[in-house]
């Protein structure tokens, strides 16, 4: 028996028990129920709310799976440690760059750096690298690509 069902349960009694709605005592029962009415009106509202929230969070949640899926593209890959990994896929190594215009930060993959230049998304302002080694030696161990 949920509350509304104990509620009308409770009424059915009063009203069966014929109470004095006149005397001191059956005032105060009839006004004990009809506030249990309210409550219980009150509590399913509540539920329903939260049933409609759960569904729109549950939405919400699928729609954020989806969007962290695309936009992080998990590798697929069979490799547990990405250092010794040979595929392409764990290479997004990001580099921050802050725009000096309206100082936002811009996330850059190695693709974007060697193209030389971008617009800031934020602003528009054009952005220019230039990304060359900062040692002389052939056999440095910086990761930078010297042109030959």
């Known amino acids: 028996m949920d509350i509304c069902e104990k509620v ?3 009424k059915g009694l009063a009203e069966g028990m014929k109470l004095d709605s006149e005397s001191g005592e059956g005032k105060i029962l009839a006004a004990i129920i009809d506030l249990l009415g309210d409550i219980t009106e009150e509590i399913c509202d509540i539920e329903d709310a939260c049933d409609d929230m759960s569904e729109q969070l549950d939405a919400v949640d699928e729609d954020l799976s989806s969007l962290e899926d695309i936009i992080y ?5 069979c490799c547990d ?16 760059v802050e725009c000096p215009a309206c100082h936002d930060i811009i996330y850059l993959d190695e693709e974007m750096l060697k193209e030389e230049g971008i617009n800031c998304p934020n602003c528009g302002t054009p952005l220019e690298f230039d990304f060359e080694c900062c040692c002389e030696d052939e056999d440095c161990d910086c990761n930078c690509e010297t042109e030959e």
């Open 8 to 10: 009308a349960y409770i």
């Open 73 to 77: 593209e998990d590798c697929d890959c």
């Open 81 to 96: 440690d990405e250092e010794d990994c040979d595929c392409d896929c764990c290479d997004d190594e990001l580099y921050e």
